[in-house]
């Protein structure tokens, strides 16, 4: 399978900036796997909608898949309870 690029949403940093430092790592190595395989273990594609999520820990990584042209976008990173309220 090609790797796939990763590019993020600008809003995604704002996202990232609260999150402690431990999180911060493993999301950012789950972010990581994306590139390799978008559609892994977890991955689970939201309802009415042409995006995806992944679980890591209470936070979960949103994000869109473009096979055409082997691009994942990351839309959003946040906690569990906020992450689906702006989609």
Not at 78 to 82: L, S
């Given at each position: 399978m090609a790797k796939f690029s990763l590019t993020f949403r600008?809003?995604?940093a704002k996202d990232l900036r609260g999150?402690?430092?431990?999180?911060l790592k493993r999301i950012l190595r789950r972010i990581d796997d994306l590139a390799e395989?978008?559609?892994?273990?977890?991955?689970?594609?939201?309802?009415g909608s042409e995006s995806y999520?992944?679980?890591q820990g209470m936070y979960?990584?949103?994000y869109e898949?473009?096979?055409e042209v082997l691009v994942v976008v990351v839309v959003e990173v946040?906690?569990?309870?906020?992450v689906y309220r702006g989609i």
């Open positions: 600008e809003s995604v999150i402690p430092k431990g999180d395989n978008p559609r892994g273990p977890g991955s689970e594609k939201l309802a999520r992944v679980r979960r990584i949103v898949i473009h096979d946040g906690n569990r309870r906020d």
